[in-house]
């Protein structure tokens, strides 16, 4: 039987790592002399899975914002894309594919963050009326 981490359940952390080849293939692509690109391409494409990864082991708003970071380097990574683009350094379809995973990403991101910022405000209120109950 094969173990899973709650993270490796995520729909959007498996698209995570599909977005690390894709970011490999066009780092791959880039001509000589770039190596700043590659250098911010390949940091953004480990650090979505990462921060997703930690943020599911955490509650509420500290799991949000680990969630804001992942989807704060899914937004970066498509500006790096589209420095690509505008630059004329890579094959247009193989950022467009990068661009439309990207998207998928953000929007799946966005919707963890709202959904652990409700769950920790839920939580900082019940400790609060917690608190009041004490004295």
Known sequence: MELFFEFEKLDVYQLALDYQLIADEIVDSLPPGRAYL?????????????????????????????????????????SHLNSCRKLGLSNTELLQKGRQVLHRIVGMMT?????????????????????KGER
């Open 38 to 78: 590659r250098t911010q391409i390949r940091k953004c494409a480990n650090s979505m899975p990462s921060n997703l990864a930690e943020g599911t082991g955490e509650r509420g708003l500290e799991r949000a914002r680990f969630y804001r970071i992942a989807r704060r380097e899914g937004l970066e990574s498509a």
């Open 111 to 131: 919707k963890l963050v709202r959904r652990a910022e409700i769950e920790g405000r839920a939580s900082r209120s019940e400790e609060r009326r917690k608190k």
